[in-house]
């Protein structure tokens, strides 16, 4: 039973949900720490390379030396200073700004520029103020889009987890569905070949086994018993003046003879190595494994005495009023190594001595007689 689960489609279905789902679910965390990687590296941006605060910051010390050596009133070389200061201008200068941003940043450049020609502190001053205010400005401007940017994240990755959410437990639904159908598909192929497989070795009327299933078993009843040491018997089994009775029944009566004879034989030989077969017409045939002669003889008496009991009515039969059967048996020893075809014709012969000496019995092979 392990075995037939382990190579059922069940088992490869319910691995198949198991990949998709963990692949989903392992997709989703990569996808989860992808987003927070992005937010580290807009941080970054932010108070990175991008935010300009540094180079105004490097403007504004610059600055501040000018001042400062102007305030000494000796003369100051200012030349380091003022290129550093047109350096850092530039770079900032030529970043993106607004039209608003842009006015404001074009006014200071003038001044910047001025200033350098004019030389005067005062002029200076009020540079440190402008770049302040900047600085001051772009600040502020970092924080509100560093805030938005969370804002947006923390609804971008709420919207996400309610995706996937919603995409596994649909794709959970829609992954049971198809298992449901193509399990109930394969139960329904199941229960159809094995019911093929029943019918393919069943005779339709009797539901005893039929001819093509007992060419199988008794060919490999010698094999089977020399396996396991075991003595074997086979059983022929025909119903006396059967012919005549159809004749007078009609055969409709016939076939439901043949299904209680069958029906008796198949509850008397119920045990696990008893096999009850249908050989043709009203012809019946039995295979038995590990059985004595003695068993086989009591068998045989048991038989003879249960089809009695059913008190068919059989008005043209020769010998009594009721139907009876004839039987011919064998034993076959281990490792005697006789032939299936052997055993059969030598059955067969059993049969033919129990019809000859009367019907209503049984004989059983002992060898030439």
């Given amino acids: 039973m392990i075995n037939n689960f382990l190579k059922s489609t069940t088992l490869k279905l319910i691995i198949l949900v198991c990949t998709v789902l963990a692949t989903l679910i392992f997709s989703s965390l990569l996808f989860n720490t992808q987003i927070d990687n992005l937010k580290k590296q ?20 610059n600055y501040q030396k000018i001042i400062s050596c102007k305030t000494n009133k000796h003369p100051c070389i200012i030349d380091e200073e003022k290129k550093n200061i047109l350096q850092e201008w530039n770079y900032y200068n030529q970043a993106f700004k607004n039209k608003d941003e ?34 001051q400005y772009e600040t502020q401007v970092a924080f509100k889009e560093r805030k938005k940017f969370v804002e947006d994240y923390e609804n971008m990755k709420r919207y ?118 249908r050989l043709g017409g009203e012809e019946f045939g039995v295979v038995l494994f590990d059985i004595t002669e003695d068993s086989l003889e009591n068998c045989l008496k048991d038989m003879n005495y249960k089809i009695l009991e059913l008190e068919i009515e059989h008005k043209n039969s020769k010998i009594l009023d ?36 009367g019907r209503n019995q049984y004989h059983i092979y002992k060898g030439k007689e």
């Fill in 42 to 61: 807009v941080d970054n941006i932010y108070f990175g390379n991008l935010i300009p605060i540094v180079k105004l910051q490097i403007i504004l010390d």
């Fill in 102 to 135: 842009r006015v404001v940043v074009d006014t200071i450049n003038e001044e910047i520029y001025a200033t350098f020609n004019e030389n005067n502190i005062q002029k200076f001053k009020n540079i440190l103020v402008r770049v302040d205010f900047l600085i």
């Fill in 160 to 277: 996400l987890f309610y995706s996937i959410v919603v995409i596994l437990f649909v794709s959970f639904i829609v992954i049971v569905f198809i298992i449901f159908q193509i399990i109930k598909k394969d139960k329904q192929l199941t229960v159809l070949n094995k019911k093929y497989k029943i019918d393919s070795i069943t005779d339709s009327m009797t539901k005893l086994y039929n001819r093509k299933y007992f060419d199988t078993i008794f060919d490999n009843m010698p094999f089977i018993s020399n396996a396991n040491n075991w003595k074997c018997a086979f059983i022929m089994i025909d119903i006396d003046y059967f012919k005549q009775y159809n004749d007078t029944y009609g055969h409709d009566m016939g076939d439901e003879t043949l299904k209680k004879v069958a029906t008796t034989l198949k509850k008397y030989f119920d045990k696990k190595y008893e096999f009850v077969f």
């Fill in 322 to 357: 009721i139907v009876s059967i004839s039987m011919g048996a064998i034993i076959y020893e281990p490792h005697t190594y006789v032939s299936a075809n052997k055993l059969y014709k030598q059955a067969d012969e059993c049969l033919y001595k129990s019809k000859e000496n």
